[in-house]
Structure formats: structure tokens, C-alpha cells
């Protein structure tokens, strides 16, 4: 399955944003995360989705990010309030058993820029 985000851009620190997550084929079978990587280091896990719609979010977004699936129409949003300038960088997702392989080939991203 390839994935690719879409719905960054520029907001100011408390702003929001919903970053979309499309997949070339369905997703109902896989466990889906955001991840976000800050400028120079890697990816890290923000946020994830299981099979049966169950959230699990980083400490640094609980609370302000919301994470959900429409298997109907193949996508994963990410919802993202209170934004803070740290939040910037760019937002991919990913099957989240085949990252945990290792050497994970990453789809297109999404730059997230938050001005404070």
C-alpha cells in the first residue's frame, strides 16, 4: 500500500490544521501512523490508528491532535489543534508493521510550518 500526505502548510502557533493520508488501495488491514519529522533528525511516531479505529498519540500531542480513519474512502486525517512551533517540520504516514522493519521506503509528506 502506498501512502501519501497531503494538507500541510503555514499557520501561525495556535492555529489548525488536517493533514489527509491516502492510500493507493484499501486500509482496513493495516495499523496506520503519523509520524513528523523535525528539521535535521528523524522520524518520530506522533500519532496512530489500529484496525479498529483505537488511538495512540506521543506525549508531546495528546490533547491538541486527533487521529481517525475512513476505510470508505482509504484515508487517515490527522486533526491538529493548538499548534506550536515545534510541531513544524514534515508529516508522513505509514504502515506502521512495516516501519518497525526497518529501512521503511517513506511516500510523499507534508510540511507543516508553524510561525510563533
Known amino acids: 500500500v502506498q501512502l501519501q500526505a497531503s494538507g500541510g502548510g503555514l499557520v501561525q502557533a495556535g492555529g489548525s490544521l488536517r493533514l489527509s493520508c491516502s492510500a493507493s488501495?484499501?486500509?482496513?488491514?493495516?495499523?496506520v501512523g503519523w509520524y513528523h519529522q523535525a528539521p535535521g533528525k528523524q522520524h518520530e511516531l506522533v500519532a496512530a490508528?489500529?484496525?479498529?479505529?483505537?488511538?495512540h498519540y506521543a506525549d508531546s500531542v495528546k490533547g491538541r491532535f486527533t487521529i481517525s480513519r475512513d476505510n470508505a474512502k482509504n484515508t487517515v486525517y490527522l486533526q491538529m489543534n493548538t499548534l506550536k512551533p515545534e510541531d513544524t517540520g514534515g508529516y508522513y504516514c505509514?504502515?506502521?508493521?512495516?516501519?518497525?522493519?526497518?529501512?521503511?521506503?517513506w511516500g510523499q509528506g507534508t510540511l507543516v510550518t508553524v510561525s510563533s
Open positions: 505509514a504502515d506502521i508493521a512495516k516501519w518497525r522493519l526497518g529501512d521503511y521506503r
Open positions: 490508528v489500529t484496525t479498529s479505529g483505537g488511538a
Open positions: 488501495e484499501s486500509t482496513f488491514s493495516i495499523n
